[in-house]
């Protein structure tokens, strides 16, 4: 699955190193050495794909991510954040900040690979392009649109594939690692605890309309779609 992959790094080697391992691999690679030329870049070409640098001079990478999802043109956009830090409230703020996956430094290229190639394919439209709706809540797979209570609700690539599948398998339990088989797929090297930050970030979005509700925890099971009370 080729792509246009954005780089954004602000090191040179390891930006020329990640450049020429994807470009191997078939990508259109642009480059970036900082946020404020990555946006420049973004507004001229939408690409595919953001591997984004989290330490960058001005503007951060998480700042970065947080804009890119907040724009409506550029909300879609996958994005995999890379990071020099290993510890997990900065992975876990990475993924709040809209990124789709992380990559802590160093990586080999056959990991980035496989991530990229990963969200990638959680991009591709499901199967079905059926609008569903339920409880007050309408999700077009076609328009990739989504309205809570007749007003709409902007959900990133991941959540809007989260909600689809919990929309189209209601009222049934599925753990975190049911989710990960059926909503990321290739889930080698995604943990458990992504699914709850994806879920947190879905039900955020949902909560101005209060059909967060129908996103339910199943205590020691997983989570829930269900139009009844929890
Ligand atoms: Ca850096």
New binding site residues.
């Given amino acids: 699955m080729p792509a246009n992959i954005l780089v954004i790094?602000?090191?040179p080697a390891?930006q020329a190193l990640i450049a020429a391992n994807l470009r191997r691999a078939g990508h259109a690679v642009h480059a970036a050495l900082d946020a404020e030329t990555a946006l420049r870049q973004i507004n001229e070409s939408l690409p595919d794909l953001i591997l984004l640098?989290?330490?960058?001079p001005g503007m951060s990478g998480i700042d970065l991510a947080r804009r890119l999802r907040a724009d409506g043109r550029t909300r879609g956009v996958p994005i995999i954040m890379?990071t020099?830090k290993g510890e997990e409230r900065d992975k876990v703020a990475g993924l709040e900040s809209g990124a789709d996956d992380y990559v802590t430094k160093p990586f080999s290229p056959r990991e980035l690979q496989a991530r990229i190639q990963a969200v990638l394919r959680r991009g591709r439209p499901q199967a079905s392009e059926d609008a569903v709706e339920a409880g007050g809540l309408r999700l077009d797979p076609a328009a990739h649109r989504v309205t809570a209570a007749g007003s709409p609700v902007n959900l990133g690539p991941t959540e809007f594939r989260l909600l689809h599948f919990l929309m189209t398998h209601p009222e049934r339990v599925h753990s975190r690692d049911q989710l990960l088989d059926q909503v990321w797929g290739d889930h080698v090297f995604v943990e458990e605890r992504t699914v709850d930050v994806h879920i947190r970030r879905l039900r955020a979005a949902l909560e101005s309309s209060g059909l967060d509700r129908l996103v339910q925890t199943v205590r020691g099971s997983g989570y829930r779609f269900s139009v009844a009370e929890a």
């Fill in positions: 790094e602000d090191e390891i640098d989290w330490m960058l890379l020099a």
